[in-house]
């Protein structure tokens, strides 16, 4: 337990430090977002029908724009190497750093949604409703996304790779995230059923993420 | 213990590095790898860390504890020293101990090998001799019985050198084992591993 808190901690910290990156995700959120009303215009009603699919396609793609770190960073500079030979299980140390992922890179754009929910037109029931999808959802991004990351870990300039890798994987979670707040806003259907769906989908990726990611790093060191 | 390697082939990105290669090593010895640039020193060594698969043959450690495989009883320093720049000296070095499993002293281990005046300095700033010092005090923070030095003593200077030289008669002294990649002198008694180059054909 010590290692994987001393793990989390580390990199948590490092995320946080100057040069860590965990902003650049919120930045670039927020650009997405703010930019957004100018592009299609003073269309009220409009924007509050697109607001959800906005935020979560911002969230998305900020979330994408770190996740090349997760472990190139560690490879780079040798920890992977310890990671793998530790007595810590593998798949454990691979989730506590996507946990410590989400904590600095995640967590933060569930929080600056209320406030780019203004910017959408979007009112109190709608904006806690997104901000509820996204704080169940961003998880499953941040999980599923590790595959991808451990996938190409071992390629300089692997980024795009990884996009390329991870967008698929993604689909479904934008697919009900969005759902369930549209349900909120304008019906018919009932939030529970996506959110649930949604709730499903990280569950999931909690389990099967860490073994996939755990897996290909140990065949993909060289 | 009994650290031992038999018929060992190594293949990378196609080509063999090294085929048939026996080696042995016990508690209290020194191994010092040699031969040229190219000749599977590194690769050697990554292959008992568990960080390569072997193509061919075994290596065990005999006498070690059951539950454990090799990885796990081992520690590496290699090329890369595994420390962040945006983390302290003390930050780094508690974080692998942590990691790692003990509950040592970091402190103490700081001033072993001479940081400790440069405990809360990040690691940006150390000089390539300072991070080797660093690396060394995280083989004397958690205790494992099998060290893998890939050229240990590289940027360390004449004192620095000597320092490594007494922390590695202690670990022999104390049981452990030892196998080093190095081209300069280790400065204990080790048994030496001549690796040939071997320009060559596919595997």
């Known amino acids: ?143 599923t996304g590790m595959i991808g990351a451990a996938l190409a870990v071992t390629l300089h300039r692997g980024g795009l790779l990884l996009a390329v890798l991870v967008l698929p994987l993604s689909v479904p979670v934008l697919i009900f995230g969005v759902a369930a707040s549209q349900a909120v806003i304008v019906g018919p259907t009932p939030f529970g059923t996506p959110f649930s769906i949604l709730c499903a989908i990280s569950l999931v990726s909690f389990v099967v993420g860490p073994f996939a990611a755990a897996a290909s790093l140990k065949h993909g060191l060289d | 213990m009994r650290l031992s390697g038999r018929g060992v082939r190594c293949v990378r990105g196609g080509r063999e590095v090294f085929s048939s290669l026996d080696f042995e090593a016990a508690s209290g010895e020194a191994v010092a790898v040699t031969g040229p640039n190219g000749a599977g020193k590194t690769s050697l060594l990554r292959l008992i860390a568990g960080l390569l698969a072997p193509a061919g043959g075994s290596i065990d450690l005999e006498g070690g504890e059951a539950e454990l495989t090799l990885p796990e009883q081992a520690h590496y320093l290699g090329h890369r020293d595994a420390l962040k720049p945006a983390l302290s000296v003390l930050e780094n070095l508690s974080f692998w101990r942590d990691f790692l499993g003990s509950s040592g002293d970091a402190g103490q281990n700081l001033a072993r090998v001479g940081l400790d005046h440069a405990m809360h300095l990040p690691a940006a700033f150390l000089s390539a001799g300072q991070r080797r010092r660093l690396s060394i005090a995280r083989l004397l923070s958690v205790r494992r019985p099998v060290w893998l030095l890939d050229e240990p003593t590289s940027a360390l200077d004449a004192a620095g050198q000597a320092m490594f030289a007494g922390v590695m008669r202690e670990h022999l002294a104390a049981g452990g084992l030892i196998v080093a990649a190095t081209h300069a002198p280790l400065g204990i008694e080790a048994r030496e591993l001549r690796m040939e180059l071997r320009i060559g054909g596919a595997a």
Request: aromatic letters at 4%.
């Open chain 1, 1 to 143: 337990m010590t290692a994987l808190a001393a793990l989390i901690r580390r990199d948590v910290r490092i995320a946080l430090r100057v040069g860590g990156g965990a902003l650049i995700g919120v930045l670039f959120f927020l650009t997405v977002v703010v930019l957004m009303p100018f592009a299609i215009g003073p269309d009220i009603p409009l924007l509050t029908r697109l607001g959800p699919a906005i935020l979560w396609l911002g969230a998305l793609l900020a979330s994408l724009l770190t996740l090349d770190r997760l472990f190139m960073a560690d490879h780079e500079d040798g920890s992977l190497d310890l990671i793998v030979m530790g007595r810590t299980p593998l798949e454990l140390a691979c989730a506590a750093k996507a946990l410590a992922h989400w904590l600095a890179a995640g967590l933060p754009l569930v929080v600056a949604t209320p406030v780019l929910g203004l910017l959408l037109n979007l009112d109190a029931t709608a904006t806690s409703a997104v901000a509820l999808t996204l704080l169940v959802g961003t998880p499953a991004l941040t999980f």
